[in-house]
């Protein structure tokens, strides 16, 4: 691994010298193991603990397969999928990696019984397999966790609708969060060339995320003027959602949960931001009932910051807790966009307001290559910056996690992989100086203030 290293972080080597370069037999992993995936029954969701089930692990370098890459990876991130992995929930991963498993002599690869976790990377091409054409070894490249097999007509309007679309380093073996990784070359992208390793590993997921759910035609399709609702808007998707949100000439009303998070809003440029915590909305009353009344308050508050407008959009991912509010306050003909269920998969709203009103539901999940490739463009011209709030080493990936799920963290939270420091890979000085303010804005709030003491507010 070292002359790995060695050939990365030299300016002369070419791309003969990484395909000449001998690949290691293993790799140090950050894993799931399938003979505990009952170690936290009958815990609440909140007390399951992923410094407990996230290992790191030494494992094979797997097969290299037609249409495929490995990489060394020289940075991830953690996404909340690494967190609903390691507590299990809803499902343990292996069901994936088993059906996977089913479909192919090549696929059965990633039936193990560990599971290589992570849907981000940032690092340097070893190898390809056969009929890639596109990228070679020694590319510096970053890769979106989109998964697609295409040997099916329904996925060639939109990759996303693929039978056989899985999300890597979720529903896939060999993800990011590791020193080398295996991906269909068809989830390669250029890395950013102004970024760090850790910085360009950050965004990936999240921001193609956001941009297939607020602004392609895929999702709620954001045009300048709207009123855009963003939930969690200093979080991961939240984060990305505002800035999109800013680029794109709309106005986004961030919902937070502390004065921190309102501040890093701020700084990034929105002026409507509710504090949910400070205000205080109960919109249940109890397991069963919610509370209307509530929903007009905030409906209220969110008049109040856009000089008496409702909102075009509403950027949804909380899910149980928040969705009857998100239907309330969307305008007459507007979208309500979700991605995610985070507080509960069951979602109640009082259907009147919907048909009455004309709005409209949209489901959106991950994005595909196109707008991945859309998403990463901004990022490499400075449009949308990452939100890189802490790294962490390998090692310390469970305590990652662990800060993801207590929601004691800000933007992202990146890894460090092969990288031996934070801050290597820069190629472009003079694009990173125009930026360094905004690439930096999550860090260095950060270092002002360490993490929260306590859980956050969920
Ligand atoms: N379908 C997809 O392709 C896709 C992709 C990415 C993520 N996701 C899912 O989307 C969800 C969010 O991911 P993320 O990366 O943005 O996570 P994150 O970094 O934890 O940010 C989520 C933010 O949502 C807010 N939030 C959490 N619980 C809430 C609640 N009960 N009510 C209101 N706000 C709440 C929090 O912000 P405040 O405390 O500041 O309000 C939190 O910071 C996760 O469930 C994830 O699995 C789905």
């Keep these: 691994m070292k002359d790995i290293l060695d050939a990365i972080q030299s300016p002369d080597s070419t791309p003969a010298d990484f395909a000449a370069l001998p690949l290691p037999d293993s790799y140090r992993a950050v894993t799931v193991h399938k003979d505990e995936t009952e170690m936290f029954a009958g815990l609440p969701t909140a007390e399951k603990d992923p410094r407990e089930s996230l290992h790191v692990d030494d494992v094979p370098v797997p097969e290299l397969g037609p249409g495929e890459a490995l990489v060394a ?16 929930e809803p499902m343990a991963t292996f069901g994936f990696l088993e059906r996977y498993g089913r479909l192919s002599d090549l696929a059965r690869r990633h039936d193990l019984p560990y599971h290589v976790i992570g849907s ?7 190898r390809t397999g056969p009929g890639v054409n596109s990228w070679r ?7 979106h966790c989109l998964s697609v097999e295409l040997e099916s007509s329904d996925g060639h309007n939109d990759t996303m609708l693929d039978p056989e679309q899985r999300i890597w380093g979720f529903e896939t073996n060999f993800g990011g969060l590791a020193e080398i990784a295996l991906v269909k070359s068809n989830q390669l992208m250029p890395k950013p060339q102004h970024l760090s390793w850790e910085e360009a590993a950050a965004p990936g997921l999240v921001n193609s995320t956001a941009y297939r759910q607020l602004v392609s035609r895929n999702g709620a399709g954001m045009k300048q003027g709207d009123n855009v609702l963003i939930w969690g808007a200093s979080g991961g998707l939240g984060s990305y959602a505002t800035q999109f949100a800013l680029a794109g000439g709309a106005t986004p009303i961030c919902v937070v949960s502390s004065d921190r998070k309102a501040e890093l809003c701020r700084r990034m440029g929105a002026e409507a931001i509710i504090d949910r915590s400070a205000e205080g909305y109960t919109f249940w009353t109890d397991e069963h009932h919610q509370d209307p009344r509530e929903w007009k308050r905030f409906g209220k508050r969110i008049r ?24 309330y306050v969307t305008r007459k003909g507007g979208t309500i966009v979700t991605c995610a269920s985070t507080s509960g998969f069951t ?5 009147r307001y919907l048909w009455m009103s004309l709005k409209r539901i949209v489901g959106s999940h991950f994005a595909n290559y196109r707008e991945a490739w859309e998403a990463n463009r901004l990022v490499a011209k400075g449009r949308i910056h990452p939100t890189l709030s802490k790294v962490y080493a390998l090692e310390d990936t469970g305590q990652a996690a662990y800060d993801v799920h207590r929601n004691r963290h800000q933007g992202k939270v990146g890894v460090l992989a092969l990288a031996p420091a934070e801050g290597l890979g820069v190629r472009d000085e003079e694009l990173r100086a125009r930026h360094l303010d905004a690439i930096n804005l999550f860090r260095d709030d950060a270092r002002a203030q360490p993490l929260a003491a306590h859980g956050g507010v969920h």
Excluded: Q
């Excluded at 020289?74 to 967190?83: I, L, P």
């Excluded at 981000?120 to 070893?126: I, K, Q």
């Excluded at 070894?137 to 890769?143: C, H, I, N, R, S």
């Excluded at 979602?347 to 259907?351: G, I, L, P, R, V």
């Design 347 to 351: 979602h109640e709203y009082d259907n």
């Design 304 to 327: 109040e910051l856009t000089g008496g407008e409702d909102v075009d959009i509403v950027f949804e991912h909380p899910g149980r807790e928040t969705f009857g509010a998100s239907v």
């Design 120 to 126: 981000d990377l940032a690092g340097v091409v070893l």
């Design 73 to 88: 990876v020289m940075a991830s991130s953690v996404n909340y999928n690494s967190v609903w992995t390691s507590i299990f």
């Design 137 to 143: 070894p020694g590319d510096e490249v970053v890769a």
